[in-house]
């Protein structure tokens, strides 16, 4: 069972409601914008969890081909959170550019917020295939290969023709609690203003 309360954000929520944006109607509609996302991300990741917890209690053999669309669908869920997760931050970055001190965010959420970034942009929106036309071999792209035990997603790294795979790991589930301390947190700190 998910604690949806623990991805809530009740002092964002505040502070879009409360903070006087006075000339700053952008930077209301972009804290409309965190709030929505942030929202839309959260029914996706709820989707995520939901499927994870589905897949292992069917406890499939690994012949079955189920598995495949079971892992693509995690895969998906995880893409549309991951994709709307952008939006959030970059819509909340704003914010902090206009209202914050550069010391206010700690380097914590600076840190894993440009991680989930990267997961968004690069992972996910932008796979680069390069032909040798151009000059240059060099390729990527990413797909799941499993979901892990331990509630994240497996992801082969396909670097080139003559590179092997490497392999990363993806956690939804946390990634997305780490944009909701990240907004709690920038509100928090408006909130005191």
Not at 123 to 136: A, D, E, L, Q, R
Not at 154 to 161: A, E, I, S, T
């Amino acid at each position: 069972m998910i604690d949806e309360a623990k991805y809530q954000i009740p002092q964002f929520e505040k502070f879009k409601k409360a903070y006087s944006f006075g000339e700053g109607t952008d930077l209301k509609f972009a804290a409309a914008v965190a709030s929505m996302y942030h929202e839309f991300a959260f029914y996706q990741m709820i989707d995520f969890c939901i499927g994870y917890e589905e897949f292992f209690k069917e406890n499939l053999p690994a012949s079955d081909p189920r598995i495949n669309t079971s892992v693509h669908k995690a895969w998906s869920r995880a893409y549309s959170m991951y994709v709307l997760l952008r939006t959030t931050i970059e819509a909340t970055q704003k914010i902090n550019r206009a209202l914050m001190r550069e010391g206010d965010i700690e380097s914590f959420h600076k840190q894993r917020i440009k991680d989930i970034a990267y997961i968004a942009n690069d992972v996910i929106k932008h796979p680069m295939f390069n032909s040798t036309k151009s000059g240059s071999n060099e390729s990527f792209a990413y797909w799941p290969a499993s979901l892990s035990r331990d509630g994240g997603i497996d992801v082969y790294r396909w670097v080139n023709q003559s590179a092997p795979f490497v392999t990363m790991d993806l956690h939804p589930e946390e990634d997305f609690y780490t944009v909701c301390t990240y907004l709690e947190h920038v509100a928090t700190v408006l909130n005191k203003k």
